[in-house]
Nanobody, 122 residues
Framework: QVQLVESGGGLVQAGGSLSLSCTAS????????MGWYRQAPGKQRELVAE??????????NYADSVQGRFTISRDNAAKTVFLHMNSLKPEDTAVYYC?????????????WGQGTQVTVSS
């Protein structure tokens, strides 16, 4: 059974920082790209950041809106992905979801966590 368990959401003032973590079980973590998505009320779910491992190196990409403020990282041994969020803005308020996407052709199923609320007050 695959589980992605997020933690670290909460309420923070604008300009503040918050860190999220997501621990996976039931998947071969190293062959999954791990991402963070978010969904604000009335809006579509959007990719915030994603990180993949290949040949002992990690490759990350970010949405333009968070570039330079958010940092995604992963610990393959702990099967955990992190999202460090700095200089938070009210528009960052959303439910943040952890996502696992296989990076090998033989696997096709992606997985979602249950989501964690991040609220940034102005």
């Amino acid at each position: 059974q695959v589980q992605l368990v997020e933690s670290g959401g909460g309420l923070v003032q604008a300009g503040g920082s918050l860190s999220l973590s997501c621990t996976a079980s039931g998947i071969i973590f190293s062959i999954h790209a791990m991402g963070w998505y978010r969904q604000a009320p009335g809006k579509q779910r959007e990719l915030v950041a994603e990180i993949a491992s290949h040949n002992s190196a990690n490759y990350a990409n970010y949405a333009d809106s968070v570039q330079g403020r958010f940092t995604i990282s992963r610990d393959n041994a702990a099967k955990t992905v992190f999202l460090h969020m700095n200089s938070l803005k009210p528009e960052d308020t959303a439910v943040y979801y952890c996502h696992a996407r296989p990076t090998v052709a033989a696997l096709t199923t992606s997985y979602w966590g249950q989501g964690t609320q991040v609220t940034v007050s102005s």
